[in-house]
């Protein structure tokens, strides 16, 4: 039997190793930065208050900016990782603007996006620091979002996805009796449509799909005893490349909603189901890519013909170079990785379409309750297309030749106030200052879009403790009014124009008040234009087909739900059509 004395000691060493353990598994604190103080004493920090929202509203970005109301402060500090570093938490529009825009040097993207993303898609220019191949690479592409590409390409593209919805919907309408049916899946079959055409320039055919299941049914069962009750549909199989683009869509998701999302990620990588639609989706690309880069080697001058797709546009560019380049005999796709062309077209998909049909599900739900403003949309509509109407649909080019403010103040406002993203991450690259509070570098900092000055009051601020390129750009926009600040007002971004009614004589102004849905700088959303066309086009066919009721307090609400997809997205999404005359 071992001495008491050394029974003793080993007890005492134990004991020692642990206390140190549980010391370096607390909470590290910055100094100085607000943070609640209970959460700073325990090893989960704020995690358990953050879990038990999320199980509560299935949200958590609109938590963590509500800390910065209760701790009273536009900068605050939270402990979500045990012995990590915080999560600091900015909600103030004007140091958001000027860390994404003028203090590049100092933060750059963080490398949450490529833990998150950088198994699905490692050569994308979304998971990159910016260096000198995120520049090339998005330079590469950057002519995607051309005037010129945008209305002879994507425009057309868009139109005919979204006419495919409309007559889906007519058919919905016909057989439910009016009643309403749930819209949002039929919106991301379309988006996604569209975004396909526009990307590798062949057509999917999701909505097509359900059309034609839908043409061989005389009739559906519809609910008798209640006539608030949904008419539910049946759904035919989707094309396996949408099932696998979506089964990867939902696993990202997934690692976004966990508390351990590299732990997550990991495991989820080495399913069957993961494996079976990454590969899907790579074999795809792959096939697609090579078809393209095969015909401008078997007809070069193919290359000088307008681009029919993005993909096209990018290989046609890379081909152009190729032939100046010192007379070199070079086939196009020698020079340039594949994986990255694949990557980035991938990455085109999802930015182009799980956004625009979030946003566009938000836009649907606010203007059906809100009728007062929905007949002004619509009569704004018909004034700039004074001959639409349902039989007589305007072209892509019409439509984007048409200058309708009231639209774009209307688009605005949905992207205001849905929230479809709600915020963007940047990490430290030098030790530096925020709001006067000393941030170490490596610091991870979540610029919110959706809390304090953009959607509530603002947080005070001294004015001498912003950054210098802060107080010298002065704000460009103004504060949005105290009063209904959350409500949905289109008007709140219009400006008169001279004379004439208020209807007719505004202009639409973007810098109306506080609002950044595709973040901002080099490291914003590169395909905002692409979206704004998107949503665009969406609305103006879907008004000039149908008149949006209101549905039932059951079935509407404007309850969130984030993890189930990459965006902040509507719990329900139900429509109510009648048909336009």
């Given at each position: 039997m071992a001495p008491l004395y050394l029974i003793l000691l080993v007890l005492l060493v134990l004991l020692a190793l642990v206390s140190l353990a549980s010391y370096l598994a607390l909470p590290?604190?910055?100094?100085?930065?607000?943070h609640n103080r209970t959460s700073a004493h325990s090893i989960l920090g704020d995690l358990p208050h953050l879990l038990a929202n999320f199980k509560a509203t299935s949200e958590n970005v609109n938590w963590m900016t509500q800390q910065c109301v209760s701790l009273n402060s536009p900068l605050i500090q939270l402990f979500l990782w045990p012995g990590a570093f915080p999560l600091l938490v900015l909600s103030d529009h004007r140091e958001t603007e000027d860390i994404l825009v003028r203090r590049t040097r100092e933060f750059d993207r963080s490398d949450i996006i490529a833990r998150l993303l950088g198994g699905l898609v490692p050569y994308a220019t979304i998971v990159m620091p910016s260096h000198d191949l995120f520049k090339s690479?998005?330079?590469?592409?950057?002519?995607t979002m051309s005037t010129a590409f945008l209305n002879e390409v994507a425009a057309p593209q868009i139109h005919e996805a979204t006419m495919d919805l409309v007559r889906l919907w007519r058919r919905k309408q016909a057989l439910a009796g009016g009643r309403c049916f749930a819209a949002a899946e039929n919106i991301r079959h379309a988006a996604m449509d569209a975004i396909w055409a526009v990307a590798v320039g062949t057509k999917l055919g999701?909505?097509?799909?359900?059309?034609?299941?839908?043409?061989?049914?005389?009739?559906?069962?519809?609910?008798?005893?209640?006539?608030?009750?949904?008419?539910?549909?049946?759904?035919?199989?989707?094309?396996?490349?949408?099932?696998?683009?979506?089964?990867?869509?939902?696993?990202?998701?997934?690692?976004?909603?966990?508390?351990?999302?590299?732990?997550?990620?990991?495991?989820?990588?080495?399913?069957?189901?993961?494996?079976k639609a990454n590969a899907m989706k790579t074999r795809t690309m792959q096939e697609l890519v090579r078809q393209c880069r095969d015909e401008f080697v078997r007809n070069p001058k193919s290359a000088l013909h307008r681009p029919a797709s993005a993909m096209e546009h990018v290989l046609r560019r890379e081909a152009l170079e190729l032939a100046k380049e010192e007379g070199r005999d070079s086939k196009p796709g020698s020079r340039g990785d594949e994986r990255e062309m694949i990557d980035e077209l991938f990455m085109f998909l999802v930015a182009g379409h799980e956004t625009t049909a979030t946003t566009t599900t938000w836009g649907l739900k606010y203007l059906a309750s809100s009728p007062t403003i929905q007949n002004r949309?619509?009569?704004?509509?018909?004034?700039?297309l004074p001959s639409a109407s349902p039989t007589q649909i305007p072209s892509a080019d019409q439509l984007m030749a048409a200058d309708i403010p009231y639209l774009d103040a209307a688009i605005a406002e949905m992207l205001r106030c849905g929230r479809t993203t709600t915020g963007a991450v940047r990490v430290a690259k030098v030790d530096c200052e925020v709001l006067g509070y000393r941030i170490p570098k490596g610091s991870s900092i979540l610029c919110s879009t959706c809390g304090p000055s953009f959607l509530h009051?603002?947080?005070?601020?001294?004015?001498?403790?912003r950054s210098q390129s802060s107080k010298a750009a002065g704000g460009k926009c103004r504060e949005w009014e105290s009063r209904g600040k959350r409500d949905f007002k289109p008007e709140r971004w219009l400006e008169r124009n001279g004379d004439g009614d208020r209807e007719l004589g505004v202009v639409f102004n973007p810098n109306a008040g506080p609002s950044l849905p595709f973040g901002a700088g080099p490291r914003g959303c590169f395909g905002k234009k692409l979206a704004l066309?998107?949503?665009r086009i969406m609305i103006i066919l879907l008004l000039l087909s149908f008149e949006l009721k209101e549905v039932p307090d059951p079935l509407g609400g404007y309850d969130a739900i984030e993890g189930v997809t990459v965006t902040r997205q509507p719990r329900k999404c139900f429509v109510k059509l009648g048909l336009r005359d």
């Open positions: 590290r604190v910055i100094p100085h930065i607000p690479q998005r330079r590469i592409w950057a002519n999701g909505v097509q799909t359900q059309l034609d299941f839908l043409a061989s049914k005389e009739s559906i069962f519809v609910p008798k005893d209640d006539p608030e009750a949904p008419v539910e549909f049946p759904e035919a199989a989707m094309p396996a490349v949408y099932t696998a683009i979506s089964t990867l869509l939902d696993s990202v998701a997934g690692i976004l909603s966990s508390p351990f999302p590299k732990v997550y990620a990991f495991f989820m990588r080495q399913r069957s189901w993961y494996r949309l619509h009569r704004a509509i018909q004034t700039a009051d603002t947080l005070y601020v001294d004015e001498e403790s066309m998107e949503m």
